[in-house]
């Protein structure tokens, strides 16, 4: 399948008490990956029925920054219910998955709806990966940078 064998580009585990998530999905090679996130395999949300809690499987989005001022205009408009924040919605998927490190419950309102759970020696295997490898990535500093050119945030969570 698709996942077998591709790199895992980001984690941000900096230690027991400071992590987030490993992420992981893209091919490796620019023009594939390109026409995957070009053409995405959906551009909804659904919303969280599960929390985004240790261990859960969720799919990285690209987002819209939210303008409830604009009325039917707000960006957000069209990915509610799924998304019941403020500032920014999850939009758009392809193939990148990340599992969650920590309570992330903060990204539900956004849209990120998990789809399933890593458990016992799979997540002790994540564990490892993350301590190991640390912030050899890394440090997140800013989830959603603005795109201001497109009016958009790029959310890779």
């Not at 992981?24 to 929390?51: F, R």
Request: proline residues 6%; aromatic residues 10%; glycine residues 8%.
């Amino acid at each position: 399948g698709w996942w077998s064998g591709v790199p895992i580009y980001r984690i941000d585990y900096i230690n027991s008490s400071l992590r987030f998530v490993s992420q992981w999905g893209l091919s490796g090679y620019p023009a594939v990956d390109a026409a995957w996130t070009a053409e995405k395999m959906s551009n909804a949300s659904a919303p969280a029925l599960v929390s985004n809690i240790r261990g859960r499987l969720a799919f990285s989005m690209d987002a819209a920054v939210c303008n409830s001022s604009a009325g039917a205009e707000d960006p957000c408009a069209p990915l509610r219910p799924a998304c019941s924040a403020t500032d920014y919605c999850a939009e758009g998927f392809s193939t990148e998955i990340f599992v969650n490190y920590a309570n992330n419950s903060r990204l539900d309102p956004h849209g990120f709806a998990p789809f399933g759970e890593v458990e016992g020696v799979g997540m002790q295997a994540a564990d490892q990966l993350g301590e190991q490898l640390g912030r050899q990535y890394g440090e997140v500093v800013e989830l959603c940078p603005e795109d201001e050119a497109n009016n958009t945030r790029r959310a890779r969570a």
